[in-house]
């Protein structure tokens, strides 16, 4: 293996042209072969496996010459770049929401947001609320910080300050 192996966030260039975005780093339960998890960067978002051995072989030349480059993905980002189509990286969002002071705020860019939130952003958004998640999905997790927030702006409103 002459690259190095694919890590969660990352997005790779196939040698055809389309981007994915690893998911997972994953093992296969029969083979014990470590996987990666990806999907398609734009379009359907279709999700796919493969080994980790073929998502990092050269590109065939005998049966591609044509290729233009040496493996068959190759790393063009690491998860924190601005996405091509304008919405803002990861670390762009966590830091905007750091910054956001009322829970109200908090509330209104979270769902906002909700299409594009990653396990790292509401990791970083719960731990800097000092909430303590017990969710496992995306989904169940988003629904628990908005409950803590909704129960926050209910119960902190009526504070006298």
Do not use: W
Not at 88 to 109: G, T
């Amino acid at each position: 293996m002459n690259q190095r192996k694919p890590k969660k966030g990352e997005l790779y260039r196939h040698f055809r042209g389309k981007q994915y975005r690893v998911l997972y780093l994953a093992v296969c339960a029969e083979t014990k072969e470590e996987m990666v998890v990806y999907e398609e960067d734009k379009g359907e978002h279709r999700v796919y496996v493969s080994s980790v051995a073929s998502f990092t072989r050269a590109v065939n030349r005998e049966r591609y010459p044509d290729a233009r480059q040496e493996y068959r993905f190759e790393l063009c980002g690491d998860g924190q770049e601005k996405k091509q189509d304008g919405r803002k990286s990861e670390k762009e969002m966590i830091l905007a929401f750091l910054d956001l002071n009322e829970n109200e705020e908090r509330a209104e860019f979270l769902q906002k947001h909700r299409a594009v939130l990653t396990d790292r952003f509401l990791t970083a958004a719960a731990e800097s609320m000092e909430f303590a998640e017990n969710a496992d999905t995306l989904e169940e997790r988003y629904a628990e910080l908005m409950r803590f927030l909704r129960t926050k702006m209910k119960y902190e409103s009526r504070r006298l300050r």
